[in-house]
C-alpha cells in the first residue's frame, strides 16, 4: 500500500514554486511587451503591410477555403475557451495548468489556417506547422513584427545557441529567470526564452538519434550534421514547448502555486494577450491570402452562433484593425 507522501510532488516545494515562477516570469514579460509595443495596433500592421513580401502575396492560392474555414473556427474557439475560463473566480487559480493547452492550439490552427490560405496543407502533426513557421520568418522577416522575427539557431563557429534580428539597439544579458519581469530586460529575457526552447529542441533530436541507432552517445562529427538541420526555434516553438511542460511535465509545479497563492495571478490575462497578438499578425496573413471578402464570409458566419459575444471581443475586433490597414 502506498503511503501518502509516495503520492504527493517529489520535488521540494520550493523547486516546485521556482519552476512555477520562471515560467510565470515569460509570460508576464511576454505579455507586457505585447500591450506596451503593441498599443498602436494599427501603426505596427501598416510596417508589415508595407514590406515587400507582404505586398508580393498573391491571393487566390487556397483550393480548400472550407477547410481554412474549419480550421479558423477551431482556433476562435480554442481562443474564446481560454477567455471564458476567466470569468470563473471560484475555480480560477485551478485552471492556470491547462490555459497554455487553449494557447497553443488557438495559434497552431491559426498557422495551419494561414498555410492553408497559400495553397500548401499541413498534416495533423505539431512539428510541421512550427517548422514552417520557423522557415517562414527565416525566409521572410519582414512578414513578421517583432517579436516573431527574433529567431534563435545553432551558431557552429561558437558551437553555441544564438539569437538574430533582434533590435541592434537591444543589449542581451545573462539574467535569472527567478527576477521580476519587466520591459527593461524583456529582450534579454526572450533571448533566454529562444536559447533554452532551442536547446530543448536540439537535445530531442539527438535522444531520437541515439534511439534510432541504439547509441549511448552521439559522434561529434554527426551532431554537427543534424544540428545543421534542425529548423529555428520562433515564439511558436516556445508556446508549443510551454504547452508539454503545463500537459505533461509541470503539473506538481501548479499545483504548489495553487498552494501557496493567495489571489489568482494575472497568468491567463497575460495568456490571452499573447494568443490575442499572435492571431492578429497570423491572420492579417490569412486574409491578404485569402482575400477580404472571403475571410469576412468566414468570419460572419462564426460570429452568428456566438450568443454571448465574445467573437466580437476577439476574432471580430482583430478582423476591424486588419481591414482598415489593408482596405
Not at 188 to 193: H, Q, T, V
Amino acid at each position: 500500500m502506498p503511503q501518502v507522501s509516495d503520492l504527493l510532488p517529489r520535488m521540494d516545494e520550493k523547486g516546485r514554486l521556482n519552476s512555477y515562477t520562471s515560467i510565470r516570469n515569460y509570460i508576464e514579460c511576454l505579455g507586457g511587451f505585447f500591450a506596451s509595443e503593441y498599443r498602436d495596433t494599427e501603426a505596427v500592421l501598416s510596417e508589415v503591410a508595407a514590406g515587400r513580401s507582404f505586398r508580393r502575396i498573391q491571393a487566390g492560392k487556397c483550393t480548400d477555403v472550407g477547410e481554412v474555414a474549419r480550421l479558423l473556427r477551431h482556433s476562435w474557439l480554442a481562443e474564446i475557451q481560454l477567455a471564458a475560463r476567466r470569468d470563473e473566480p471560484t475555480t480560477f487559480r485551478y485552471t492556470d495548468c491547462w490555459a497554455p493547452t487553449y494557447v497553443y492550439y488557438a495559434v497552431c490552427l491559426s498557422a495551419r489556417a494561414m498555410f492553408g490560405s497559400r495553397g500548401f496543407w499541413l498534416g495533423e502533426a505539431h512539428r510541421p506547422a512550427l517548422n514552417a513557421l520557423a522557415n517562414d520568418i527565416k525566409a521572410r522577416r519582414d512578414l513578421f513584427p517583432q517579436p516573431f522575427r527574433t529567431y534563435c539557431t545553432w551558431d557552429k563557429l561558437t558551437s553555441a545557441c544564438i539569437t538574430l534580428h533582434h533590435p541592434e539597439s537591444c543589449r542581451i544579458e545573462r539574467i535569472n529567470s527567478l527576477s521580476n519581469a519587466s520591459l527593461d530586460t524583456f529582450w534579454s529575457r526572450f533571448a533566454m526564452l529562444l536559447k533554452t526552447t532551442h536547446a530543448e529542441k536540439l537535445k530531442r533530436v539527438e535522444d531520437e538519434w541515439k534511439r534510432r541507432n541504439g547509441r549511448q552517445r552521439m559522434p561529434n562529427q554527426q551532431k554537427a550534421e543534424v544540428v545543421k538541420g534542425v529548423p529555428p526555434t520562433t515564439l511558436f516553438d516556445f508556446l508549443y514547448r510551454l504547452r508539454i511542460r503545463a500537459n505533461y511535465q509541470e503539473v506538481d509545479s501548479f499545483l504548489v502555486a495553487i498552494r501557496f497563492r493567495h489571489t489568482p495571478s494575472d497568468f491567463q490575462k497575460h495568456l490571452a494577450t499573447i494568443c490575442w497578438h499572435c492571431l492578429l499578425v497570423l491572420e492579417m496573413l490569412t486574409v491578404r491570402q485569402l482575400g477580404i471578402s472571403k475571410y469576412n464570409n468566414i468570419l460572419d458566419g462564426f460570429v452568428r452562433y456566438d450568443v454571448d459575444g465574445l467573437a466580437s471581443k476577439l476574432a471580430a475586433a482583430r478582423y476591424s484593425l486588419i481591414s482598415s490597414v489593408l482596405k
